[in-house]
């Protein structure tokens, strides 16, 4: 998350009463939600076995800031008269609580871009504005705080932190390759195209697997290191890869393709519903059009549908979870973000990519303004991704 891009102003609330550890970190499409007091998930994630030099220097820091945070949480918690948002964004009403309406952001640069975070560069903020904070200022600690505990519980949770748009398409040939290696039981060393090689050299963990296997002497070793490394090709690929959604039916109506996707809404009102639609109409262009066939419960002959939730616990972001098919929707959210998550549930994964470097303590970001998957405020829908609906959802 880019420090200068928040303009809502803090409106937390108490969430996730109980254990207050990693537990709240929980995965989600690729996420690690983080909710509720922050301090006990830093204290625990630094000392976790995976945590490293940086969580450890860092950690008085970061204790500061989330401190500060989790004190400002209880404040609003006890006096909920105080959680107002930003009065400069319209907030529109949904299902008894509200949404911040954002209109879409003109597109500066086209194509990836790429900028860092850091705990240092929010200290530096925490700091500098602490005396005189201006009226965002508890939303960008919050948020920026959020983020960087999320990236924390990734990368020491084990998330793979070297891909990037060039090397995640090529994800599924390295584990098809290995794959065949690993059920030969005569192969001792999975053979690579020069494209796998190039992006396996890119990518620290499947450096040092790849090195592994090589450097082992003992065949029964080398067979052992080779199904670890489909395991965690398999991880990777479930992350980045695209995965289909069996309730979701096409048909052609005149000249436009339909894509109709059921949704559980139970207790959401008629106009709670009008307003999901209007939601995503992104999804919709001159040769599709993509609606909603909302639900009031499960239907036991069908695939699983997908469960929207509106939790009015401020402080978090929108997310789904692809495992138990869940889109969780925030109080005060961006309604743009919806659209984004729509997307997770048609298959497809997030297109931004995080990078760490232990040398600087530095999260880098790489995300396209132009793709809905990559940034929800300013991207929409790119032909590729309008090809892979069409060949995963087929008219039949």
């Known amino acids: 998350m880019k420090l200068q891009s928040y303009s809502m102003i803090f409106v937390l609330a108490l969430v996730g009463c109980g254990k207050k550890t990693a537990d709240q970190a929980a995965q989600s499409n690729g996420h690690w939600e983080v909710t509720g007091p922050l301090s006990g998930v830093v204290d625990e994630l630094s000392r976790e076995k995976r945590a490293g ?4 220097a860092e950690l008085d820091m970061k204790m500061e800031i989330v401190t500060a945070v989790d004190k400002k949480l209880e404040e609003l918690s006890k006096n909920p008269e ?6 400069s964004q319209k907030a529109i009403k949904f299902h008894g609580g509200a949404l911040l309406s954002m209109e879409m952001e003109k597109l500066k640069k086209s194509g990836y871009q790429t900028y860092d975070n850091s705990w240092k560069e929010l200290y530096t903020y925490f700091k500098k504005n602490a005396a005189n904070p ?5 939303a960008i600690v919050n948020n920026y705080a959020r983020s960087l505990v999320s990236d924390d519980a990734k990368r020491i949770g084990g998330v793979n932190m070297g891909i990037d748009e060039n090397t995640a398409p090529v994800i599924i040939d390295i584990l098809t390759d290995t794959q065949k290696c690993a059920k030969d039981l005569s192969c001792v060393s999975p053979n690579y195209s020069k494209a796998e090689l190039d992006a396996i050299a890119k990518v620290p963990y499947y450096t040092s697997y790849l090195a592994d296997i090589h450097n082992s002497a003992q065949i029964g070793e080398r067979r052992d290191l ?4 489909v395991d965690r090709l398999q991880y990777d690929q479930d992350r980045y890869g695209f995965g289909l959604n069996d309730s979701i ?3 052609k109506n005149n000249d436009k393709i339909e894509i109709e996707l059921p949704l559980i809404v139970k207790g959401f009102s008629t106009e709670d519903r009008k307003t999901l639609t209007d939601l995503i109409a992104r999804w919709t262009d001159k040769n599709h059009s993509t609606l909603f066939r909302f639900v009031d419960g499960q239907d036991s002959t069908a695939a699983k549908f997908y469960t929207l939730f509106f939790d009015n616990i401020p402080g978090k972001r929108d997310f789904t979870n692809t495992e138990n098919r869940e889109i969780h929707m925030i109080q005060y959210g961006d309604t743009r973000a919806f659209a984004h998550e729509i997307g997770h549930s048609m298959g497809f994964p997030d297109h931004y990519y995080e990078m760490w470097s232990p040398e600087q303590c530095t999260y880098t970001y790489r995300h396209n303004g132009d793709d809905i998957m990559s940034d929800h405020a300013t991207g929409y829908v790119t032909d590729d991704e309008w090809k892979l609906l069409d060949k995963s959802y087929p008219v039949k």
């Open 53 to 56: 030099k940086c969580d450890s």
């Open 82 to 87: 105080s959680n107002k948002w930003d009065e």
């Open 134 to 138: 201006p009226k965002e200022y508890w």
């Open 249 to 251: 039916k096409t048909r």
């Open 226 to 229: 080779i199904t670890g490394f």
